[in-house]
Nanobody, 117 residues
Framework: QVQLVESGGGLVQPGGSVRLSCAAS????????MAWYRQAPGKQRELVAA???????TYADSVKGRFTISRDNAKNTVYLQMNSLKPEDTAIYYC???????????WGQGTQVTVSS
């Protein structure tokens, strides 16, 4: 059974930073591509960042230079370091794992990130 468990969300002030984690189980992690998506209220879910099994990364234009995706295959975990946060980054952030790229397969339950003063 595949499980993706996100953590690290919360309330952060504009300009602040937060790191999300996604722990995977039930898959051979190092052969899967991983991604972070987000969904804001009233908006469609969008791809934020993706990392291939080989370490190639892709970012949405809106987060380039501010967010960094990384993975630790020894810990079966993917991370999203989010810096210089803006109110428009407020959303539920979801982890995704797939054999295709960018990933759009298995989903986690999501973690809320709220950027507000």
């Amino acid at each position: 059974q595949v499980q993706l468990v996100e953590s690290g969300g919360g309330l952060v002030q504009p300009g602040g930073s937060v790191r999300l984690s996604c722990a995977a189980s039930g898959i051979i992690f190092n052969v899967y591509n991983m991604a972070w998506y987000r969904q804001a209220p009233g908006k469609q879910r969008e791809l934020v960042a993706a990392i291939s099994r080989g370490g190639m990364t892709t970012y949405a234009d809106s987060v380039k230079g501010r967010f960094t995706i990384s993975r630790d295959n020894a810990k079966n975990t993917v991370y999203l370091q989010m810096n210089s946060l803006k109110p428009e980054d407020t959303a539920i952030y979801y982890c995704n794992a797939d054999r295709s790229y960018p990933p759009s397969g298995y989903w986690g339950q999501g973690t809320q990130v709220t950027v507000s003063s």
